[in-house]
């Protein structure tokens, strides 16, 4: 095999593992080319702070070795508090006449100094409210925080060519496999292992993001506290094993459905705010991505709170896979932790 200039592999430095995918694209579609996970010590990242860049740098470089991946063209992603995505509303202009004056717009939009950010923006079209103004989407990270991300590539010997932000990733993989309907409202929801992040778009524009700083972990680290056992059997425990030593199975339902309890009014919380804050619409649907989604009772009392139907997303929907080559059923069980690798996989050199 030869890999073309082209090529381009999708990694996602998510803090309970790193996940790689690569794609092959003929005439706009794609197929499996390479999948791969290597768990992170949960000390690793902690906030979206990398605090131990030497066992990233080596977990890159041995998962892209038994996944046998030449590619050393990157396409990688980041989120969190040191990232600030909004919508906001200017004066009509042109793209060009924004570019020059971003900063300055910016400014009084972001809690960090402005030299210190790296801006971004997307023009989403004119306010529905007022015709003289426009509606744009903000994006800025903090210089030094995508800097540490960035430079466990180069000490990986990679090349970072695409520096995404998680949401935007899952946002491009969910088009790709289930499309965007005009004037439809649904939210696009990340429950990860340290956070959870929610995108509700309108169509193919993102309307509004909130990230919220919990995710799976509060699952385990209810079960560890309560029960005063290990990390690893609460996380056994959270993934269905009922034959924890001297725990009562019971008590391990109870105190996850209490912690599930808790994580989905803190989804509902970030809904209730966007509608509290939108006019007119309503989400007419949730799509699940993350770790987290794979779990039916997560689902289920999300479903039954929000009272909206809910759908665990699969980023390979529409994607070619090999029965040959790869085990579909499996690819299917874990599915939704790669939505992010997925989507940054299917970006181009020259995505911003
Ligand atoms: N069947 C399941 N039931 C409940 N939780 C699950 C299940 N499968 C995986 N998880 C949880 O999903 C989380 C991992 O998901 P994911 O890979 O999306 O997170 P991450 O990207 O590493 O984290 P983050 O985005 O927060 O940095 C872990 O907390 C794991 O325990
Ligand atoms: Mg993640």
């Not at 200039?5 to 430095?13: A, E, F, L, R, S």
């Not at 005063?228 to 056994?236: H, L, P, T, W």
């Amino acid at each position: 095999m030869f890999t073309s200039k082209k090529d381009i592999v999708g990694i996602d430095v998510g803090s309970s593992a790193i996940k790689v995918v690569r794609l092959h694209e003929s005439r706009g579609s794609y197929s499996l080319a390479n999948i791969g996970i290597m768990p992170l010590d949960p000390e690793t990242i902690v906030d979206n702070t990398i605090m131990d860049s030497t066992a990233i740098v080596d977990s890159i470089r041995n998962l892209l070795a038994s996944m046998k991946i030449k590619t050393k063209r990157v396409a990688t992603s980041v989120s969190g508090h040191s990232v600030i995505i909004r919508k906001i509303s200017l004066p009509i202009m042109t793209d060009s006449e924004l570019e020059a004056s971003i900063q300055w717009e910016a400014e009084q939009y972001i809690p960090f100094d402005i030299s210190e950010v790296n801006i971004d923006f997307q023009i989403l079209g004119p306010d529905a409210k007022d015709p003289s103004q426009m509606n744009v989407m903000l994006v800025a990270a903090k210089k030094d925080f995508v800097g540490d991300y960035t430079s466990v590539f180069s000490e990986a010997n990679l090349e970072p060519v695409v520096m995404d932000i998680d949401c935007f990733a899952v946002e491009n993989m969910f088009d790709y496999n289930y499309g965007f309907v005009e004037n439809e409202v649904v939210a696009l929801i990340d429950l990860g292992a340290s956070a959870t992040s929610v995108n509700v778009l309108k169509g193919e524009a993102s309307v509004f993001t909130r990230d919220i700083q919990t995710g799976g972990n509060l699952l385990s680290e209810e079960l560890q506290k309560r029960l005063g056992i290990s990390s690893i059997d609460a996380e056994r425990a959270k993934l269905g094993d009922r034959n924890i030593a001297d725990v009562d199975p019971d008590s391990i339902d109870e105190i996850l459905a209490d912690a599930v309890e808790n994580l989905v009014q803190e989804v509902q919380r970030s809904l209730d705010f966007f509608s509290a804050t939108s006019s007119e619409d309503r989400v007419a649907k949730v799509y699940l991505t993350g770790g987290v989604s794979n779990s039916s009772q997560v689902r289920e009392a999300l479903e039954e709170k929000l009272d909206i139907s809910v759908e665990r997303v699969d980023p390979f929907r529409n994607v070619t896979i090999s029965d040959k080559e790869f085990d579909k059923e499996y690819l299917n069980a874990i599915g939704p932790m790669f939505s992010v690798a997925a989507g940054l996989a299917m970006r181009k050199v020259g995505d911003k």
